[in-house]
């Protein structure tokens, strides 16, 4: 078993005195379970623009007096929004560096995170600057010498990009990009364009779907399988996500055994968010459960099981929270076979309702069928 890293991700805060700073309450009450559920079980917080909602002093000095509480390290990244003054350097004077790196290692994987603000007019000009496009390729290049897994945080999609965005997207589908994070939707969505799986949380500030409850997702890379589910916020605990092998929907290299099992004994593995004070089980197809073991020293657990070629329908449960995702199981001779990617990195590949994982489906937001806002 290689390496696994996971992050909360804490959708577009839009932090903002016109709607009486609600994004600090949430963002507050996001802390507070964090800290309460998650400390030791995640590696980092993350918040990936539209951070301050007019790119005030008040409204970044909010965001941070909040997080100061956070008891494990946050990043963020900046959006459209932080740049409204024609700069970002009131988001600069707000954020440490240390929030704001633009490349860490973490448990094996090499984290880039991107600026596709400063280079464009203001607005959805989404444009990677000449820095960060060297130094996205360059990193890349590091994490292919060094053995370590690839992941990229942006504020939009590669088909947002008003410029070049199909080049980036073919770029991180070259370099085997295990996981792109993204905000600016305003809703929860998943893309696999067959090379890179895509995953943006909806907003904290500005909730157009669900009723608008708040929440935030989960985001799991395990052996380079990414996982990703959404909770909302003041739910039970502990929180189940399944992490090993690929829900056939996040499967991007079919003949890796960890993605697409063969079939025989396969190992499942799923990660327990929160204190397990019961047994958690796994099902396979609607066969009787049987008891996973905890791995020592983490919050991950296993079992194994026999499974022959097809697709099996797994659960992982505990006494109040369970995941559900359907998994390939194929011989090497039978495993699917990938075309050439078309439009990579564009939303056309989102791969629809999901609600176990809190996905509705409903493309709610500024840039689709929303507020406009």
């Not at 990009?177 to 600016?184: C, E, K, L, P, S």
């Given at each position: 078993m290689s390496g696994s890293i996971s992050w909360l991700h804490i959708g577009d805060l839009h932090m903002d005195e016109a709607d009486d700073m609600v994004s600090r309450d949430r963002l507050a009450r996001i802390v507070d379970e964090a800290n309460t559920h998650l400390r030791g079980a995640i590696d980092f917080a993350f918040l990936p623009g539209d951070n301050a909602n007019h790119a005030t002093p008040a409204q970044y000095r909010a965001i941070v007096e909040t997080l100061a509480g956070l008891d494990f390290p946050w990043r963020v990244i900046p959006g459209d929004h932080d740049f409204e003054g024609g700069d970002l350097a009131t988001y600069e004077a707000a954020f440490a560096k240390g929030h704001r790196p633009e490349v860490e290692?973490?448990?094996?994987?090499?984290?880039?995170?991107?600026?596709?603000?400063?280079?464009?007019?203001?607005g959805p000009d989404f444009r990677l600057t000449m820095?960060?496009?060297?130094?996205?390729?360059?990193?890349?290049?590091?994490?292919e010498a060094e053995g370590q897994t690839p992941l990229v945080f942006m504020h939009a999609y590669p088909g947002d990009l008003a410029a070049d965005g199909d080049e980036i997207a073919q770029i991180f589908a070259d370099a085997r990009?295990?996981?792109?994070?993204?905000?600016?939707t305003h809703y929860n969505e998943l893309l696999n364009d067959g090379r890179v799986v895509y995953g943006a949380t909806r907003s904290t500030g500005q909730i157009e779907e669900d009723g608008g409850r708040p929440g935030f997702s989960i985001v799991t890379v395990h052996d380079r399988v990414p996982s990703w589910r959404f909770k909302r916020l003041g739910g039970d605990w502990p929180f189940v996500q399944i992490v090993a092998p690929a829900d056939y929907r996040m499967v991007t290299r079919p003949a890796d055994p960890q993605q697409v099992p063969r079939p025989g004994p396969v190992e499942i593995v799923a990660k327990v968010f929160g204190r397990v004070d019961g047994p958690v089980t796994l099902s396979a197809g609607g066969r009787d459960a049987v008891a996973m073991e905890a791995i020592p020293c983490t919050s991950l657990w296993r079992a194994n099981i026999t499974l022959p070629s097809g697709c099996h329908e797994l659960v992982v449960a505990t006494a109040t929270d369970r995941d559900i995702v359907r998994i390939l199981v194929r011989p090497i001779d039978e495993v699917p076979r990938r075309a050439p990617p078309i439009a990579p990195g564009r939303d056309i590949h989102a791969i629809g309702?999901?609600?176990?994982?809190?996905?509705?489906g409903t493309q709610l937001g500024p840039n689709k069928n929303g507020m406009h806002l």
């Open positions: 290692v973490v448990a094996g994987h090499r984290c880039i995170y991107l600026d596709v603000i400063s280079a464009g007019a203001g820095h960060h496009r060297n130094r996205l390729l360059g990193e890349l290049a590091r994490a990009v295990a996981f792109v994070d993204t905000g600016h309702a999901w609600p176990e994982h809190g996905i509705d």
